[in-house]
């Protein structure tokens, strides 16, 4: 809800007018009584509820701002568990005699909607012939004015339930993940002493993405269909010169970036940076942190609208975790903190106090990782990412935090209850106040870009999501196991006697560590060395979306997940169904498509070069000249024994497709090789697909 000038942005160009299309503090003090607007700005800064006998004037004035802004409909904006966002426009006017119309909109209809829940995915929770469904206003995040090419759209963020009352959205349980991670750090501050005060739970979500021409991506059915190329040969030239990376931008880019910022500083949101990534046609855009609930729903918009400009631009946004086999792939890198009573809790203080709790904060989520890596994994789980976990340019699907050489020296001297200097490159060394706990550094952390959950100063950077994920599932399950965590460490140090408080405290973080310190890894994610070190420790490798899932339906994690009231467990088999059969059905659809080209476009065209080929030889021999007779020869042996292995492939895969998603994959991969190697020997004119080196050199 802030303005330009409270995001730290420089807002002096005069064609943008930072959160002008969100209902803020600004708006709701020009359209709303004081004492309404007071009571609205309370409910969403403490998380209160709203006093229902606001409702109707609340719901006028955002009528009049949404048709000041040119609003001719409104629409209860929410996430359900397709992994996008969903909406349902209704006008404001309705008929009040002949040719004429009154603007309405209540209380009612800004508070609840009522879509098809039977429609959306439900894991069974929902029956076809069960469609009641209700949206709720979330009205800790804003409303605000979605515009398009003729008009705009009021957009009220919303939760989403079923009649009988089960989660069928993303938001609902990262709410409640909030709630019990807000109450379980007011319980450990509470036993350092500290007042009752203010948690705040941020994140900074970077999002990577690609850009093609929209002309070429037309010619692709399987960018089309399934966001990702399934076939291409790897261009003599990908990323190997390292010569992309925060390199100069193109002004066809930069352009689109440029029109992608505007917008989103309409909206309110705070991007700040841009630049070229590591592939060829990869780009990243980042925000400044936010509140958590709020951060999601905008890296929702973030992604909506990265896909919109492109299409104004003649260009298409891949989203895609893995759009093409041999470059970079794109993930979504979640940067995690929190905060109480405005002082973060991950960022090393400026007194004993301040870095004991610190200590504890580390020593829980030291703890979570280490105890639930398997349900943190699992909220990585897509079939997109499962290409791109353990490729040499993401983190590996193994779960390990890095947090330093500095740090892990503090951390060491912690568990050998030795307290000498910890050395120190630079920065200031901070006690804590007590013999029994070593000197602690302040920024000294570098940075692991192969951990895929790294501290790097004052947060966490969750590096495992891809980049087409809904932030909300991965930060519900870190908040559910971090609050499992704190809770432990409250009620052990809740029972020390004040005397031997901080001695105790360190007996404490002593016993986490020892007992927790496999999941802590500083070196090479990437290599096979740490992957037979990480087997050596216990700790899960889960390679495959469908083993990644188990463990949700696991009864130790229905048990968390139920007593944290973040998620029942009737809803947590809904959800295990749900992405289970959502993965099935996109390994069969790639299987699908990719049979569809093989037979429909390559197995044609590479008989037509074969077809070339014997008419030249043929022509050839009726004016007797053997010149040039072996090449052409040679070469249609080998495009003929290749068209084979096609035919054969693509047959398999026909066979395949009626099996399990295993062997779909392996039979896909096959057919990706077979057509893969017929691309370099056949016309340039006549494949028909547009190659990797056309596709990557956007210009």
């Excluded at 249609?636 to 009626?658: F, K, M, N, P, S």
Aim: glycine share 8%.
């Amino acid at each position: 809800m802030a303005d330009m000038k409270d995001c730290g942005m420089d807002c002096s160009a005069k064609d943008i007018a930072y959160g002008s299309d969100v209902f803020n503090e600004k708006a709701m003090r020009e359209y709303l009584a004081k004492d309404t607007a007071e009571a609205l700005l309370h409910t969403m800064r403490d998380h209160t509820p709203l006093d229902p006998s606001l409702a109707n004037e609340v719901a006028h004035a955002l009528k009049q701002w949404g048709m000041d802004r040119g609003a001719t409909h409104f629409t209860h904006w929410f996430q359900p568990l397709t992994g996008s966002t969903a909406e349902k426009h209704d006008a404001f006017f309705e008929p009040a005699g002949m040719a004429e119309t009154l603007a309405r909109f209540s209380g009612k209809n800004l508070i609840m909607g009522e879509p098809d829940a039977s429609s959306f995915p439900s894991g069974g929770l929902r029956r076809t012939f069960e469609a009641r469904g209700y949206t709720a206003w979330d009205v800790t995040s804003p409303v605000f004015v979605k515009r398009h090419s003729n008009g705009a759209t009021l957009c009220i963020p919303t939760v989403f339930c079923s009649y009988t009352g089960e989660v069928l959205d993303k938001k609902t349980p990262l709410l409640r993940s909030m709630q019990t991670l807000d109450r379980a750090v007011r319980r450990l501050m509470a036993c350092f002493g500290e007042p009752d005060g203010h948690v705040t739970i941020t994140l900074g979500a970077e999002q990577e993405y690609f850009l093609v021409d929209k002309a070429l991506w037309a010619r692709r059915p399987d960018l089309v269909q399934c966001g990702r190329t399934l076939f291409g040969a790897s261009p003599a030239r990908t990323q190997q010169l390292e010569d992309h990376y925060f390199g100069s931008i193109k002004p066809r880019v930069l352009a689109f970036m440029e029109d992608v910022e505007r917008e989103l500083w309409r909206l309110g949101i705070p991007a700040k940076t841009r630049h070229n990534e590591t592939a060829p046609a990869q780009f990243e855009m980042a925000p400044m942190f936010e509140e958590l609930n709020l951060a999601v729903d905008h890296n929702m918009l973030i992604m909506e609208t990265l896909r919109n400009v492109a299409d104004r631009h003649g260009l298409v946004c891949l989203l895609h975790e893995k759009p093409f086999a041999g470059v970079n792939g794109s993930g979504k890198h979640n940067n995690w903190s929190v905060a109480y009573n405005g002082k973060n809790l991950l960022e090393p203080g400026g007194n004993p106090q301040e870095n004991a709790v610190f200590l504890a904060v580390l020593a829980a989520i030291i703890r979570a990782i280490d105890l639930h890596a398997d349900i943190l994994r699992a909220s990585t789980a897509t079939l997109g990412n499962e290409s791109r976990l353990g490729a040499h340019e993401a983190p590996p699907a193994i779960i390990s935090i890095f947090l330093g050489d500095e740090l892990n020296e503090v951390l060491r001297r912690i568990e050998s209850a030795t307290s000498a200097d910890a050395p120190g490159r630079k920065g200031g060394k901070l006690r804590i106040g007590v013999d029994t706990l070593p000197p602690l550094p302040r920024d000294v952390t570098d940075r692991n870009r192969t951990s895929p959950f790294a501290f790097t100063g004052n947060k966490f950077e969750f590096r495992a999501p891809g980049s087409s994920q809904n932030c909300s599932g991965v930060c519900m399950v870190l908040n559910t196991i971090v609050a499992e965590s704190l809770d432990v460490l409250a009620d052990a140090i809740g029972k020390l006697p004040k005397g031997r408080f901080h001695e105790g405290l360190g007996k404490i973080l002593r016993a986490v560590l020892k007992d927790h310190k496999r999941v802590l890894f500083s070196g090479d994610g990437y290599s096979a060395e740490w992957v037979a070190e990480a087997k050596r420790r216990g700790l899960p490798n889960l390679r495959s979306v469908p083993e990644a899932l188990a463990c949700q339906i696991e009864p130790a994690t229905l048990d968390l997940f139920a007593k944290r009231g973040v998620l029942m467990p009737t809803e947590m088999h809904a959800r295990h169904d749900v992405f289970l059969a959502e993965y099935d059905r996109r390994v069969r659809l790639e299987g699908k498509v990719a049979l569809e080209i093989a037979r429909g476009m390559v197995e044609p065209a590479a008989a037509g070069e074969l077809g070339a080929l014997a008419k030249a030889l043929g022509d050839l021999r009726a004016v007797g000249l053997e010149a040039g007779a072996p090449a052409l020869r040679e070469r249609a042996q080998t495009i003929g024994v290749r068209l084979e292995a096609l035919h054969a492939a693509a047959a398999a895969l026909d066979a395949a497709l009626d099996g399990p998603p295993p062997a779909i994959q392996a039979a896909q991969a096959n057919l990706r090789a077979a057509v893969d190697t017929l691309e370099g020997a056949i016309d340039d004119a006549r494949w028909p697909l547009p190659k990797y080196r056309d596709l990557l050199a956007l210009h």
